[in-house]
């Protein structure tokens, strides 16, 4: 366990921030003047003073101001969790007696002021990802979470990270295999994180980068805020920022429930000048007589993930297929300018290529 996840643990038990650095430089350095401890912590003497009583309040310290100068001591490790035992224990019944069960609404706002807290919910949201994520951190956040992204890119979710602050000279070998897309901005983004279209959480990238920030993050689980926070960072951060690595093509046949990541894996296909084959399962926008799966191969992709753009708009993302020589448009989930709006998309590569193509 790391000192991020101590504090974060520590802060359950209702530690601020300061608190926590106060006390684990009390720990490390055992009896102690409070000169010694607030040069340890970066705080100021009088802030060690008054940390200091809080602190012996809640068991987690002893303060002898009878010595010149005021010591401070730690109370045995064993005690204190011995006492925060016993608080749970007795919290329980309580807790119990006033619990009401109730139907959790599916529209959840929560604001977030730790910056552990964000840390441990990004992570939380990386490994529950099933389809797709966007991303925009501190390039300096990534070492921390890089194995859950890992995990989350080795899952077949489309990943696309964008690394504010990042230096303009980081090897691009050292970003394989962090997202299915990198890129970098020289300058501080703001901190967005969206999955599945279903969850997200901004906050200001100081946060996650200044332990002393009072600044807040607001995590949501709302299914129509959370497309238009994704559409933000398409939009807003995603075009201008410079593509430091891409992704390999996957190997087809596969099936996509996220409409973005067959988008992505036909753009890069066609990069390759492979013929690649979609078979849909959806529905017809609007009143159009079309069945309910569509196959033919793919002869347009408009999309702006990876360059070369071909999409008119940042947010657009679609392909047409040839059917028997009709070409249909298919778009994803709330598509209403396409021909059919996707639910399912399986790619095949068609192997060979007629002679007649280059004439």
Do not use: C
Not at 51 to 67: K, N, Q, S
Not at 166 to 183: E, H, I, N, Y
Not at 330 to 347: K, N, Q, R
């Amino acid at each position: 366990m790391d000192d991020d996840d101590l504090a974060g643990l520590l802060e359950q038990f209702g530690l601020s921030e300061k608190e926590i650095d106060t006390y684990l430089a009390i720990l490390e350095r055992g009896e102690s003047k409070a000169s010694t401890i607030a040069d340890a912590a970066d705080v100021s003497k009088r802030y060690v003073y008054s940390i200091g009583e809080a602190l012996e309040d809640r068991g987690f310290v002893e303060v002898d101001d009878h010595a010149v100068p005021t010591i401070i001591r730690p109370v045995q490790p064993e005690t204190v969790v011995e006492r925060l035992t016993e608080s749970v224990e007795e919290i329980e019944p309580e807790l119990r007696s006033r619990y009401t069960a109730t139907e959790r609404s599916g529209d959840q706002f929560e604001v977030i002021k730790s910056r552990q807290t964000v840390r441990k919910r990004i992570e939380s949201l990386l490994a529950s990802a099933e389809t797709e994520v966007t991303l925009s951190l501190p390039a300096e956040v990534l070492p921390r979470i890089r194995p859950t992204l890992e995990a989350t890119v080795e899952r077949g979710v489309l990943v696309l990270l964008l690394l504010g602050a990042a230096d303009g000279d980081r090897d691009v070998a050292s970003l394989a295999g962090t997202a299915s897309a990198v890129r970098t901005w020289d300058a501080l983004v703001p901190t967005m994180l969206t999955v599945d279209g279903a969850h997200g959480l901004l906050a200001p990238s100081r946060l996650l980068t200044t332990s002393t920030s009072d600044t807040r993050a607001i995590a949501l689980s709302q299914d129509q805020l959370v497309p238009v926070l994704a559409g933000s960072f398409l939009a807003n951060y995603w075009p201008t920022a410079e593509e430091r690595y891409v992704t390999t093509p996957d190997e087809l046949p596969r099936t996509y429930e996220g409409f973005r990541n067959a988008v992505f894996q036909i753009a890069l296909h066609r990069a390759t000048d492979a013929r690649v084959e979609a078979s849909v399962t959806g529905s017809p926008v609007g009143e159009r007589d079309l069945p309910s799966s569509l196959s033919g191969e793919v002869v347009d992709v408009r999309q702006s993930l990876v360059r070369p753009v071909t999409s008119t708009l940042p947010i657009e993302n679609a392909f047409e297929i040839d059917v028997g020589g009709d070409r249909y448009a298919i778009g994803g989930a709330g598509s209403f300018l396409e021909d059919y709006e996707a639910e399912s998309v399986t790619l095949r590569t068609i192997e060979g290529r007629d002679e007649s193509d280059d004439r």
